[in-house]
């Protein structure tokens, strides 16, 4: 596949912007490549290639790429950074005025499910069940 390279004239007051435009837009890119990745991980074959609809991405790349969300550290990078982002959504919602007064059941189901507060895997719809009733039984919830 050739390569293309240009340049761009970019207004000095604007070069900021678009460049915060592409950053954001690869962001993106990644992050849908991510959830391809996790979504089909259990069926090496289908990963095994990158989308059609991104042909342009050559082998020696995605193999990388593939490799590299599934490692373990980038698996728990992730993690921590969704329970970051519940401790915030916690505290904002809740009368809380120190994060480390938040219980880790609240953060563990919060950093769970997703934007519509909904679980998109039945065990853990469960084990959040199970915590909800634990807690109603030693009258924390």
Not at 9 to 14: P, R, T
């Amino acid at each position: 596949m050739p390569v293309y390279k240009t340049t761009f004239d970019v207004d000095q007051h604007s070069w900021k912007n678009v460049l915060s435009a592409i950053a954001a837009n690869c962001r993106a890119f990644r992050k849908a490549l991510t959830r391809y990745i996790h979504a089909y991980k259990s069926d090496p074959d289908i990963i095994s290639r990158p989308p059609a609809i991104y042909s342009f991405i050559e082998q020696e790349h995605w193999d990388a790429f593939v490799k590299h969300r599934l490692t373990k550290d980038f698996q728990i990078k992730m993690i921590k950074k969704s329970i970051d982002g519940a401790e915030d959504e916690v505290a904002e919602g809740e009368d809380v005025d120190d994060v480390d007064e938040i219980d880790r059941s609240i953060l563990w189901k919060k950093s769970r499910q997703n934007k519509n507060g909904e679980y998109d895997n039945e065990d853990i719809e469960e084990q959040a069940a199970m915590i909800v009733k634990i807690l109603q039984t030693i009258g924390l919830c």
